[in-house]
């Protein structure tokens, strides 16, 4: 199926489905819209009908980057407004600082000089995608940084001297980062696939399928 084949009959049900989802804000109209989702509709799935293929799609963040991608300073701004501290935090989870600062504004820069952010399709939330792109950027350059200091970046979590005495010798805040590092010593080992899969798992809720 292309884009001519699909009929003005489901073209205006693929707009239905848009119009219920999407808050038009932008320069970006809903019919110009709605004519990008039945592209991106046929090219990833020509055997489903657009319209059912849009209905799973989150249409409003694929606007969003929709408007971004072509330009639209005001989308631009809403968009690192929603998402910046989210991807700078994130970022944080795989590097310490200031790798982790470069890292969040490499990416942020890539996203909007680049128009890399064109290359969301809408299969999950933006969040979700900015969470992929920023683990992905963050553990290439986590894998850089031992190839330069000659070993694994991350420090070893410190073994109590006690541990029956665990519970007296640090407070609740202690033991969570305890655990933190634990935790990220033991992703430390996974391969860069592994460690991104077990980031989405646990901070997004996506199942091992998805």
């Given at each position: 199926m292309a884009l001519l084949d699909v009929d003005?009959?489901?073209?205006?049900?693929?707009?239905a489905v848009v119009?219920?989802?999407?808050?038009?804000?932008?320069?970006?109209?809903?019919?110009?819209?709605?004519?990008?989702?039945?592209?991106?509709?046929?090219?990833a799935a020509p055997d489903v009908?657009?319209?059912?293929?849009?209905?799973?799609?989150?249409?409003?963040?694929?606007?969003?980057?929709?408007?971004?991608?072509?330009?639209?300073?005001?989308?631009?701004?809403?968009?690192?407004?929603?998402?910046?501290?989210?991807?700078?935090?994130?970022?944080?989870?795989?590097?310490?600082e200031p790798a982790c600062t470069?890292?969040?504004?490499?990416?942020?820069?890539?996203?909007?000089?680049?128009?890399?952010?064109?290359r969301f399709q809408g299969r999950s939330t933006l969040r979700t995608w900015l969470g992929a792109v920023v683990s992905h950027a963050a553990l290439n350059a986590?894998?850089?940084?031992?190839t330069r200091h000659g070993g694994d970046a991350l420090e070893p979590a410190r073994e109590p001297s006690d541990p029956h005495d665990l519970e007296?010798?640090?407070s609740d805040r202690e033991r969570s980062g305890r655990v933190t590092a634990l935790f990220a010593a033991a992703i430390a080992e996974r391969s860069p696939e592994e460690r991104?899969?077990?980031?989405?798992?646990?901070?997004?809720?996506?199942?091992?399928?998805?």
């Open positions: 003005a009959a489901e073209a205006e049900r693929v707009r119009a219920a989802h999407v808050h038009a804000r932008f320069a970006l109209g809903i019919d110009e819209f709605s004519r990008g989702v039945i592209d991106v509709a046929v090219r009908p657009p319209s059912d293929y849009a209905s799973r799609l989150s249409l409003d963040d694929l606007y969003l980057a929709a408007a971004c991608a072509a330009g639209d300073e005001a989308a631009w701004a809403e968009c690192v407004t929603r998402f910046r501290a989210f991807i700078r935090d994130f970022a944080r989870r795989v590097l310490p470069d890292v969040a504004d490499e990416v942020i820069a890539d996203l909007w000089e680049r128009r890399k952010i064109a986590a894998r850089a940084r031992r007296q010798e640090i991104l899969l077990l980031l989405l798992y646990y901070d997004d809720g996506l199942t091992l399928d998805e």
